[in-house]
């Protein structure tokens, strides 16, 4: 199993790691980046691997931009970006479908474009990571004691007996993702509740009511402390997480055999929520003609097969491009990226992929969780549960004033 370097080694390999300069050499340039992917050490690496390539650029850490929302919304407030890339599809949708006054992309087309599969908006944008939630469970004496489990859907997560982990706010990349997963079995286009069945909302209402919040930001942390049995979490951070897990009785990783020690993935019939992250190349009003192509020179390099592999063995990021996938030290990762996408599953009565009913939906979705009080925090004060047969959901479905 790959082990995570120390960010002072990743910058340290950086020159050998990413290809030489391009042959035009942008480093006069510098090249405005708007990301939800930039923690710390991600933007650290970036910038030292783009220097070394020869590019300049500006990319904000999440210290001063945290979540997409927050990545979006500036890209879209100070209109100076040059790239926008991570986010999911649902803010892409947006993006291209004009939600955001001063955001629209530049036509463009990577040489790596045929080594995206279907993560693709063409000549627009196109995939660069692809990550997934995933559902774990603790297969020794603080789990199941070695009893699988399979589920058909996600929602019978509250229907085992099982003590289990949920989150505890509405909104959230992450946290959204779970929740698709959970509606998807329940997408109706005729049902007045935002395209989902009432018996949907009662589903997830039971996830919330059965579940613990144990006030962590994730469900890695109370699975690994044993407080909970069944968990969910994201794949990108999953394995960095067990590399350095601590505690009592902690999560645990059988490298003889190269395979995970004392959890499991649950088997979904459903599948798994997947959200591919992007990269294009903003307009921008008063830009150069230089500046246009360093920004799209600056795209073509950070899609590369060559920075895709150092990108993904650095950060644990499963790459799009399928040469870096096959390039980089992500084998232990092939069960968890082979799981059903039913993101891209069409959406019964519709021919719309379930992303795009997500995007479509997902405000409205929003406005009914928070309306009705899903996810409470304090646990000893619950929120009541909904007269379900006399909700009035042209009110529920609007934004609360």
């Not at 995933?134 to 997560?157: I, V």
Request: glycine share 8%.
């Amino acid at each position: 199993m790959k082990r995570l370097v120390a960010l002072v080694m990743a910058l340290c390999m950086v020159m050998a790691l990413v290809p030489a300069a391009m042959a035009e050499d942008y480093s006069d340039v510098t090249i405005r980046i708007y990301s939800n992917t930039n923690d710390e050490s991600e933007v650290a690496w970036l910038k030292e691997a783009a220097k070394a390539a020869g590019f300049n650029i500006s990319i904000d850490d999440n210290t001063v931009i945290s979540g997409d929302a927050a990545a979006i919304q500036a890209a879209n407030e100070n209109k100076d970006g040059d790239v926008l890339f991570g986010m999911n599809e649902t803010r892409w949708n947006q993006v291209i479908n004009g939600t955001y006054e001063n955001l629209s992309l530049v036509e463009w087309c990577p040489t790596w474009a045929d080594q995206c599969g279907t993560f693709y908006y063409e000549n627009l944008a196109y995939g660069i990571t692809i990550q997934d939630v995933l559902m774990l469970y603790r297969t020794d004496e603080f789990g199941t004691n070695g009893k699988p489990l399979h589920f058909a859907h996600w929602s019978e997560m509250a229907e085992q007996g099982l003590v289990y982990y949920r989150q505890g706010k509405v909104g959230g990349t992450t946290n959204g993702n779970i929740n698709n997963c959970m509606l998807f079995p329940y997408a109706d286009p005729t049902s007045p509740a935002g395209g989902i069945s009432v018996e949907g909302w009662k589903k997830l209402w039971n996830y919330c009511a059965g579940g613990l919040f144990t006030g962590d930001s994730y469900g890695f942390d109370p699975l690994n402390r044993g407080d909970v049995q069944l968990s969910t979490f994201y794949s990108s951070s999953l394995y960095g997480n067990v590399d350095v897990a601590e505690g009592d009785h902690p999560l645990t990783y059988d490298a003889a055999n190269n395979a995970p020690g004392n959890w499991a993935l649950v088997d979904i019939d459903d599948g798994s929520y997947y959200i591919a992250e992007y990269i294009g190349v903003l307009a921008r009003e008063g830009r150069t003609e230089r500046e246009t192509e360093a920004a799209k020179a600056f795209c073509e390099w950070f899609g590369s097969t060559e920075t895709q592999t150092a990108w993904a063995n650095t950060f644990d990021r499963y790459p799009v491009n399928k040469a870096a996938a096959e390039a980089s030290d992500m084998d232990d990762y092939a069960g968890i990226y082979a799981l059903k996408n039913m993101a891209q599953e069409i959406v019964p009565g519709t021919e719309m992929k379930y992303y795009e009913y997500v995007a479509a939906n997902n405000a409205t979705w929003t406005n009914i969780m928070t309306n009705l009080g899903y996810f409470w925090k304090d646990m000893s004060s619950p929120s009541a549960e909904p007269d379900w047969d006399n909700l009035d959901w042209a009110t529920l479905v609007q934004k609360a004033a």
